[in-house]
């Protein structure tokens, strides 16, 4: 009859549910009293009664329990729908436009809010921010979609040097707002933006970048200030950044390219690291693994499995597990530590090396006239090299490689067990595939089924 709403019924039944037992319990408290003064038993529940009463209960606590989800977050997690919220199943959206604009102060940086909805920055040809909005309300019907427009206007508020822009999806409290926000202001502005269940995009700034974001994707382009992003559970494209670039907390995909300065990568990545032309250090921890390096000229691509990657500049150190590796295009000092994956790396100008592994077979290859000297050990395995004045013995289940080549120089050092150990020239890359090598030793049953990187 559109007297009760559906939602609103569920809400009233999962927190008041106890009530109708108090209720029953005291109309059983009155049969009881009046069957005693009239002299007859008191029917008491039943077996069916008492039945029907254990699952009324453990419906109600079912009922408590599910009220309290964020099913805004599960509905995104799970794609339910475009908006990934749950309350999609019920009511209908509506859908509204407004339109802000506002003389933007000389120097002054931007914030913004938006709890749920994509937010889009680029850069005005005016002194003013313009500022498009597109809102979405889930509700039963046009009055009360009405209502939660009027209490959800978003609102820009100046302070000093601070210009805020609120997109006020929270004044509806739980319920289902979305406000994409199209933003254009001065490229010299510096921007921070914090929103939820929602992308952010920034394009086209000359000032600092601040973004934190859950759930979603961001995408900055075009920065020639530095470029901060706090994640969780969100992905990143980042492309033509002139500062630094600085990633913290949990992150899916990510690919950033052609940025001038220092990239920091810090936290975990559950899908794939894509990096091409970084012109100054980089670094990337994780729990599982950590590169750092002077310089990336060519392309860096990390996923739970592999680590491949090319022009990369020394000083260079990798330590991580259960990965196979291979590394093209090497240049200066490199240290290497991994365990249950196959290492090749193929160097073209040599530093000092040292790579540690184990039961995967480590392959090296060294520029032909390169003066070097080598300490190669490995258990229960052999060593081949194309360098014949390399002093090859083996002792017991140790196989040992000393020796000098073209009057010393770098350090050569190199850690096995259970694996082969090569030493080839470079040359040998362009002459076909080298000997075949022994059998790969299996994984221990007791290596972990790891997603992250």
Known sequence: MGVLQGDMLWHWFAHYWPLLLIILGLIKLVEHYQAQRSGTPSSGLGLGGAFLLVIFILFGLAATGLSRVDWNAVGHDFNWDDDGDFSSWFGKTYNYDDQLVQAFPAGASLRVTDIRGVVSVTAADDNQIHVTVHKRIKADGQDEADKWNGGTKPEIKVNGNLVSLDARNQAAGDHWVAIDLDISLPRGAAVNITNRYGNAEVTGRDGDVEIANQKGTVTVQDIKGKVSLTLQDSSVRASQISGDLSTQGRANDVSVDNVKGAVRLNGEFSESVSLSKIAKTLSLKS???????????????????????????????????????????????????????????????????????????????????????????????????????????????????????????????????????????????????????????????????????
């Open 287 to 453: 729990s599982r693994t950590e590169i750092e390096l002077a310089k990336l000229d060519g392309n860096l691509d990390l996923d739970p499995k592999d680590l491949r990657a090319d022009g990369l500049f020394g000083p260079i150190q990798i330590q991580t597990k259960f990965k196979d590796i291979a590394l093209e295009g090497v240049s200066g000092d490199l240290r290497l530590e991994n365990e249950d994956g196959p290492v090749e790396v193929q160097i073209l100008k040599l530093g000092s090396v040292q790579v540690d592994n184990r039961r995967a077979d480590v392959t090296i290859y060294v520029p032909d006239k390169a003066g070097f000297q080598l300490n190669a050990q490995t258990r229960n395995a052999d060593i081949q090299s194309d360098f014949n004045n390399l002093n090859i013995s083996n002792n017991n289940e140790q196989t040992v490689a000393t020796g000098t080549v073209g009057g010393g120089g770098s350090h050569v050092v190199i850690n096995n067990e259970h694996a082969v150990i090569e030493i080839r020239k470079r040359s040998s890359l362009a002459e076909g595939p080298v000997p075949p090598k022994g059998p790969r030793a299996p994984k221990s049953d007791e290596d972990p089924n790891v997603s992250d990187n």
